[in-house]
């Protein structure tokens, strides 16, 4: 089986920076997904990480630490677009398991 | 264009209706899931099908079924439906054959049981 645990929300100003945590606890892990989804719409893809470490997108880095089972997403310099719900998903090696996304961290950007 | 297409986009039905939400893509995805939403319980995982002939149920299927009937699409069915079936629904797709299987999502089926 797997757990996930993420904050249920978070808010920071425009402009700043923000940390959103991801643990996870799963059988088989190859790699971890973060998704973006404003309200209302659909998940998009944000970022996939399988090694150690930070992978910088832009904005976006994402950090995963395969040892502690912790991932996290950085935003920086918010902008008002980034209010959104931001899911983790570890993804199982093996192909025959379904991605299980946590619940998500609503994210809200305020002036 | 858009990959992975729902329809309808938003529907309103009775108590005890059976209803069909479809699915299709254009990626040439394999594999194909139906997930719902609900305001603090994230996407929770009704079916999914990694192939034309593979059905598999996920954490939710009850009161739910689904048919494969291309590699194209994937329907969802509401046998009867209830109103604690109301819910946005999503259809997303994967390729085993990518080292990471990303999931793409359709926009979306909105879904109000009376």
């Known amino acids: 089986g797997q757990n996930i645990d993420q904050p249920t929300e978070m808010t920071a100003t425009e402009g700043a920076i923000v940390q959103i945590n991801c643990t996870y606890q799963?059988?088989?892990?190859?790699?971890l997904f973060w998704y973006q989804q404003h309200a209302g719409e659909a998940p998009t893809f944000l970022s996939y990480n399988v090694l150690d470490g930070l992978e910088e997108k832009g904005r976006f880095s994402s950090f995963l630490s395969r040892s502690k089972g912790y991932s996290y997403l950085l935003l920086k310099e918010l902008q008002m677009k980034d209010s959104a719900s931001y899911l983790c998903?570890?993804?199982?090696?093996?192909?025959?398991?379904?991605?299980?996304f946590g619940k998500g961290t609503r994210l809200s950007v305020i002036a | 264009d858009a990959d992975v297409t729902q329809t309808p986009r938003n529907r309103i039905t009775k108590t005890g209706k059976r209803i069909m939400l479809e699915c299709s893509q254009t990626k040439g995805h394999d594999r194909m899931y139906w997930y719902r939403q609900d305001p603090g319980l994230g996407l929770r995982l009704i079916y999914y099908?990694?192939?034309?002939?593979?059905?598999n149920k996920g954490e939710i299927s009850d009161g739910y079924s689904v048919s494969r009937q291309a590699q194209a699409k994937f329907s969802l069915s509401l046998e009867s439906a209830i109103p604690n079936q109301t819910a946005l629904y999503f259809c997303?797709?994967?390729?085993?054959?990518?080292?990471?299987?990303?999931?793409?999502f359709g926009p979306g089926t909105r879904l109000l049981v009376l």
């Open positions: 998903a570890p993804y199982a090696a093996g192909g025959n398991t379904p991605l299980v």
């Open positions: 997303a797709t994967s390729d085993l054959r990518t080292r990471q299987e990303t999931q793409y």
């Open positions: 799963t059988s088989g892990f190859n790699g």
């Open positions: 099908s990694f192939d034309v002939k593979d059905i």
